[in-house]
């Protein structure tokens, strides 16, 4: 048998090459560890500035995530959209938690492929029910998108940013192995 142009005896026992050794991805570990934080406070910090937005699913005042999350899961019989938008404000938050756990994994020594695949389906979920949120406006916030921008608090972007932040965290951690 040859080997890259050389002889091996036979019966000599072939070594693989030392590959390089797993590490930890402190980039990846950063961007998904504030994607889960985004997530999570997007709740707790107000979506809306002005008072007078208020719609079937928004109770009068400055809204954080977790009241228009309140507000959507009363109302009596919500229509699909409405029941849609209820998962993606909640999801946003679970998925928060889930990258900021998924952020502290690729700060061990492991292949950050699955944990990295795991954080990209996470944070594209978060995307589309962020973009669900924004198609439908005028439903949920009695606004139209550019309503809804102008008078958009930091709860609102937080919501927005969470998804595409992990996508990078997670595309960083698949990258890079």
Not at 70 to 78: C, D, E, I, V
Not at 109 to 122: D, E, M, S, V, W
Not at 142 to 161: C, E, I, R, T
């Given at each position: 048998?040859?080997?890259?142009?050389?002889?091996?005896?036979?019966?000599?026992?072939?070594?693989?090459?030392?590959g390089?050794?797993?590490?930890?991805?402190?980039?990846?570990?950063?961007?998904?560890?504030?994607?889960?934080?985004?997530?999570?406070?997007?709740?707790?910090?107000?979506?809306?500035?002005?008072?007078?937005?208020?719609?079937?699913?928004?109770?009068?005042?400055?809204?954080?995530?977790?009241?228009?999350?309140?507000?959507?899961?009363?109302?009596?019989?919500?229509?699909?959209?409405?029941?849609?938008?209820?998962?993606?404000?909640?999801?946003?938050?679970?998925?928060?938690?889930?990258?900021?756990?998924?952020?502290?994994?690729?700060?061990?020594?492991?292949?950050?492929?699955?944990?990295?695949?795991?954080?990209?389906?996470?944070?594209?979920?978060?995307?589309?029910?962020?973009?669900?949120?924004?198609?439908?406006?005028?439903?949920?916030?009695?606004?139209?998108?550019?309503?809804?921008?102008?008078?958009?608090?930091?709860?609102?972007?937080?919501?927005?940013?969470?998804?595409?932040?992990?996508?990078?965290?997670?595309w960083?951690?698949?990258?890079?192995?």
């Amino acid at each position: 048998m040859a080997q890259l142009g050389r002889a091996v005896p036979p019966g000599a026992v072939q070594v693989a090459p030392p590959g390089r050794p797993p590490r930890a991805d402190p980039v990846s570990a950063v961007l998904l560890l504030v994607a889960g934080a985004l997530g999570v406070w997007q709740l707790l910090l107000p979506w809306l500035t002005v008072a007078a937005a208020t719609g079937p699913g928004v109770s009068a005042g400055r809204p954080t995530g977790w009241q228009v999350y309140r507000a959507l899961r009363a109302l009596p019989a919500p229509s699909t959209e409405l029941s849609w938008a209820t998962l993606a404000v909640l999801g946003a938050a679970v998925g928060g938690g889930a990258l900021f756990l998924l952020g502290l994994a690729m700060m061990a020594p492991i292949n950050h492929r699955p944990p990295g695949a795991a954080a990209l389906l996470i944070s594209l979920l978060m995307s589309v029910g962020a973009g669900w949120l924004v198609g439908h406006a005028k439903m949920i916030f009695n606004l139209g998108v550019f309503g809804l921008f102008g008078q958009a608090a930091v709860g609102w972007y937080l919501f927005l940013a969470a998804g595409l932040v992990g996508i990078a965290g997670a595309w960083k951690a698949l990258s890079t192995g």
